[in-house]
């Protein structure tokens, strides 16, 4: 004869009760601590005073977040300004010493976009991505010329220099150009000085056999590797513009148009840039 006690359903739900109640505060708790973020800046347009500064906010942005643990930056971007370029670069450079950041390039990263690029930790291209312009353009100086209604203190306050400290100055950017490539690509670059300042642009396969590019790819792959780099999962993608506290796009461009409405490939002001021009039907 068994003599135990049954079992009753009191029993049973106090035995749930304190089952739950560990998961409850280990579900509660685990929605307290945010989840692990990649920030996606993306720059989709010429490199000049208002866009560098918007990616400067949203760098600095992304560096001082705990969150955000890596960094893809999205590249569609002839380049620009070389002032600007380099100040973009060096945020960069701020940023990579304490999180990764990959990028990858849409239709193209030539000239300062590929400066850009070239200071990223890993480089993404869609095999028919432009990558290159590598260089130097300016607009040099006009000649010393004697002005009758205009007054100046020195020969050159009116042009700034003499073309040929203009031309050695240029020369010393195409330099720094360079050093930036060879420090950011290192022992993958499979191409000489001489090619890389040549002023060629590449299709993204190509550029991968070269070197300038590690592997063709798009965002997926982009968010991957950026993930594997700063050592997490279950991750969310944020655009960090509006997180930034910056507004929408806006849609005035910073190439010269012509009486047609024609946008060129030519800046509005004179200046040194880092700059892929393209043909535009004999305008330039």
Same mark, same amino acid.
């Given at each position: 004869?068994?003599?135990?006690?049954?079992?009753?359903?009191?029993?049973?739900?106090?035995?749930?009760?304190?089952?739950?109640?560990?998961?409850?505060?280990?579900?509660?708790?685990?929605?307290?601590?945010?989840?692990?973020?990649?920030?996606?800046?993306?720059?989709?347009?010429?490199?000049?005073?208002?866009?560098?500064?918007?990616?400067?906010?949203?760098?600095?942005?992304? #560096?001082?977040?705990?969150?955000?643990?890596?960094?893809?930056?999205?590249?569609? &971007?002839? @380049?620009?300004?070389?002032?600007?370029?380099?100040?973009?670069?060096?945020?960069?450079?701020?940023?990579?010493?304490?999180?990764?950041?990959?990028?990858?390039?849409?239709?193209?990263?030539?000239? @300062? #976009?590929?400066?850009?690029?070239?200071?990223?930790?890993?480089?993404?291209?869609?095999?028919?991505?432009?990558?290159?312009?590598?260089?130097?353009?300016?607009?040099?100086?006009?000649?010393?010329?004697?002005?009758?209604?205009?007054?100046?203190?020195?020969?050159?306050?009116?042009?700034?220099?003499?073309?040929?400290?203009?031309?050695?100055?240029?020369?010393?950017?195409?330099?720094?150009?360079?050093?930036?490539?060879?420090?950011?690509?290192?022992?993958?670059?499979?191409?000489?000085?001489?090619?890389?300042? &040549? @002023?060629?642009?590449?299709?993204?396969?190509?550029?991968?056999?070269? #070197?300038?590019?590690?592997?063709?790819?798009?965002? &997926?792959?982009?968010?991957?590797?950026?993930?594997?780099?700063?050592?997490?999962?279950?991750?969310?993608?944020?655009?960090?513009?509006?997180?930034?506290?910056?507004?929408?796009?806006?849609?005035?461009?910073?190439?010269?148009?012509?009486?047609? #409405?024609?946008?060129?490939?030519?800046?509005?002001?004179?200046?040194?840039?880092?700059?892929?021009?393209?043909?535009?039907? @004999?305008?330039?």
């Amino acid at each position: 004869m068994d003599n135990s006690v049954p079992k009753t359903p009191k029993f049973y739900t106090h035995w749930l009760v304190w089952m739950l109640i560990p998961l409850t505060l280990g579900l509660a708790i685990s929605l307290l601590i945010p989840r692990p973020t990649i920030g996606m800046i993306q720059l989709n347009d010429a490199i000049y005073h208002q866009s560098a500064q918007e990616l400067i906010k949203q760098i600095i942005f992304a #560096g001082q977040t705990p969150e955000i643990r890596s960094v893809v930056l999205v590249l569609n &971007s002839p @380049g620009g300004t070389v002032s600007d370029t380099e100040s973009v670069y060096m945020e960069l450079a701020k940023l990579r010493q304490k999180k990764p950041v990959i990028t990858v390039i849409e239709s193209m990263a030539a000239s @300062g #976009g590929y400066y850009l690029a070239a200071g990223t930790d890993y480089i993404f291209a869609k095999p028919s991505s432009s990558v290159g312009n590598i260089g130097v353009i300016g607009y040099l100086p006009s000649s010393p010329e004697i002005m009758e209604e205009t007054y100046s203190t020195g020969p050159y306050k009116l042009w700034g220099a003499p073309r040929d400290r203009y031309v050695r100055e240029i020369e010393m950017l195409k330099n720094g150009f360079l050093q930036a490539v060879l420090l950011g690509r290192g022992d993958r670059l499979k191409i000489d000085n001489e090619q890389i300042l &040549s @002023g060629e642009i590449w299709a993204g396969s190509e550029a991968v056999r070269l #070197g300038l590019v590690d592997e063709l790819g798009g965002h &997926s792959q982009a968010y991957e590797k950026a993930a594997a780099m700063s050592k997490i999962s279950h991750y969310l993608v944020v655009d960090l513009r509006n997180l930034a506290g910056l507004p929408d796009p806006s849609s005035d461009t910073y190439f010269y148009q012509t009486e047609n #409405g024609i946008i060129t490939g030519y800046p509005k002001k004179a200046g040194i840039y880092h700059l892929f021009v393209p043909d535009y039907g @004999g305008l330039q």
